[in-house]
């Protein structure tokens, strides 16, 4: 994860990683879904209640804040924010491989004044750095198209193999997909 920050914030030089660990395949798509889904806040996961707190806490001490969202965390994020009726302008935020949709993300976000796809001057970051090989963007998130998903099913057996081969990952030298299913990642700044 340590990484992801350098590699969306440059010159960073202390960070707070909050981790949500791994249940299980199934378990993770079921929360995840449970918060893309909310159902009125009935299905929002305990890490989106308590990241919503947190991001008040944000706003009220008036300190920015900086987020990177990876994976899971991008759902967790997107529901934090949407059951946060207030004003979230302190907070700003980078995706990086998440299970949130892009456009209902975005009109969440722009709801709470959250700015998303800044990084630093002279590192400026898109919103979204996601491989055209994931299943979690693509599939989980509901991002792709049906040549990313079938990328993305063909790379299902690579996604445990570690930084330098899952696409799920941003390895060093940040390629976000083994060069067998898709080219390495380019970033265009918004």
Do not use: C
């Not at 199934?26 to 879904?33: E, G, H, I, N, Q």
């Not at 590192?123 to 989980?140: C, F, G, M, R, T």
């Not at 057996?157 to 930084?163: N, T």
């Amino acid at each position: 994860m340590g990484a992801h920050v350098e590699n969306a914030y440059a010159g960073t030089s202390a960070y707070t990683l909050v981790y949500v660990p791994d249940n299980s395949f199934t378990m993770d798509l079921l929360l995840s879904l449970g918060d893309k889904v909310s159902l009125g806040g009935l299905t929002t996961s305990v890490e989106a209640n308590f990241l919503s707190s947190v991001l008040q806490n944000v706003q009220a001490n008036g300190e920015p804040v900086d987020w990177v969202a990876h994976s899971r965390g991008g759902a967790i994020f997107t529901q934090a924010v949407n059951i946060t009726p207030d004003d979230l302008s302190r907070n700003s935020i980078l995706f990086h491989a998440g299970a949130n949709n892009e456009l209902v993300t975005q009109g969440i976000l722009n709801d709470a004044q959250i700015k998303y796809g800044i990084g630093t001057p002279g590192n400026e970051q898109p919103p979204y750095k996601n491989s055209d090989a994931d299943l979690v963007p693509n599939i989980v998130g509901f991002n792709g198209n049906p040549i990313q998903w079938i990328k993305s099913i063909l790379a299902i057996p690579d996604l445990s193999k570690g930084p330098l081969i899952s696409p799920h990952t941003l390895p060093p030298g940040y390629i976000v997909a083994p060069p067998r299913y898709t080219t390495p990642y380019t970033e265009i700044a918004p």
